[in-house]
């Protein structure tokens, strides 16, 4: 019986020559974010603050003898003077950001590559659908991709789901190439950490949920 947050083959599925049973560990906690030193970003922070307050004062001071102006017209000169670097420096990260969203999202229809098919794994979380799940491991076979894999997530189903989908483990013909079809067999815990397992198992380069 797995533990918590384990996802593992079953090691009591008869023996097969169609595949090979292993017990492995996957995390279903969110993952956590790198750690980050904020008092290096707090210095950094203070130190180009301060670098910016004496540029922005010695604009000031150069440009102050072209001008007349009393104490109140110093500091409206000055607020202006920062709430106008404050708005480029905003609109320069919004639209760099935007610029960068735009390749990134765009590259693959953008850039032409013949024969480019990247790899992808269809998940298929599962619960006690042993009824319907051959026939829809089949229709995912009948994709006209040439290299996927179909990734099968049981979620501690009480019905014969386990043994339909240990039928189905293998390599299978698909309509342009050989679709492997690989189990997961975890203890109950939803469809999102199904997901999440099938998503840290994978190593494909596009991941894609289908409901079995």
Same mark, same amino acid.
């Given at each position: 019986?797995?533990?918590?947050?384990?996802?593992?083959?079953?090691?009591?599925?008869?023996?097969?020559?169609?595949?090979?049973?292993?017990?492995?560990?996957?995390? *279903?906690?969110?993952?956590?974010?790198?750690?980050?030193?904020?008092?290096?970003?707090?210095?950094?922070?203070?130190?180009?603050?301060? &670098?910016?307050?004496?540029?922005?004062? /010695?604009?000031?001071?150069?440009?102050?003898?072209?001008?007349?102006?009393?104490?109140?017209?110093?500091?409206?000169?000055?607020?202006?003077?920062?709430?106008?670097?404050?708005?480029?420096?905003?609109?320069?990260?919004?639209?760099? &950001?935007?610029?960068?969203?735009?390749?990134?999202?765009?590259?693959?229809?953008?850039?032409?590559?013949?024969?480019?098919?990247?790899?992808?794994?269809?998940?298929?979380?599962?619960?006690?659908?042993?009824? &319907?799940?051959?026939?829809?491991?089949?229709?995912?076979? *009948?994709?006209?991709?040439?290299?996927?894999?179909?990734?099968? &997530?049981?979620?501690?189903?009480?019905?014969?789901?386990?043994?339909?989908?240990?039928?189905?483990?293998?390599?299978?013909?698909?309509?342009?190439?050989?679709?492997?079809?690989?189990?997961? *067999?975890?203890?109950?815990?939803?469809?999102?950490?199904?997901?999440? /397992?099938?998503?840290?198992?994978?190593?494909?380069?596009?991941?894609?949920?289908?409901?079995?």
């Amino acid at each position: 019986m797995s533990g918590p947050g384990e996802v593992s083959l079953n090691k009591k599925a008869p023996p097969s020559d169609k595949y090979d049973a292993h017990q492995i560990m996957l995390d *279903n906690r969110e993952i956590a974010p790198p750690p980050r030193d904020e008092q290096a970003e707090k210095k950094r922070m203070m130190i180009w603050s301060g &670098i910016l307050s004496i540029v922005m004062f /010695a604009i000031i001071m150069i440009t102050l003898p072209f001008t007349v102006l009393s104490f109140g017209g110093l500091v409206v000169y000055a607020s202006t003077v920062a709430l106008i670097l404050f708005l480029f420096n905003l609109l320069f990260r919004y639209f760099a &950001i935007l610029l960068l969203a735009y390749f990134y999202i765009t590259k693959y229809t953008v850039l032409e590559r013949e024969g480019y098919f990247p790899f992808i794994s269809i998940v298929m979380p599962v619960f006690n659908e042993g009824p &319907i799940l051959k026939e829809n491991l089949k229709s995912l076979l *009948n994709l006209d991709y040439p290299n996927y894999e179909i990734l099968v &997530i049981n979620d501690g189903s009480k019905d014969e789901t386990l043994d339909v989908a240990l039928e189905m483990v293998g390599y299978h013909k698909g309509i342009s190439s050989m679709v492997k079809i690989s189990i997961l *067999n975890k203890p109950n815990g939803g469809k999102s950490k199904a997901l999440n /397992a099938g998503c840290q198992y994978s190593e494909a380069d596009i991941v894609l949920n289908v409901d079995g």
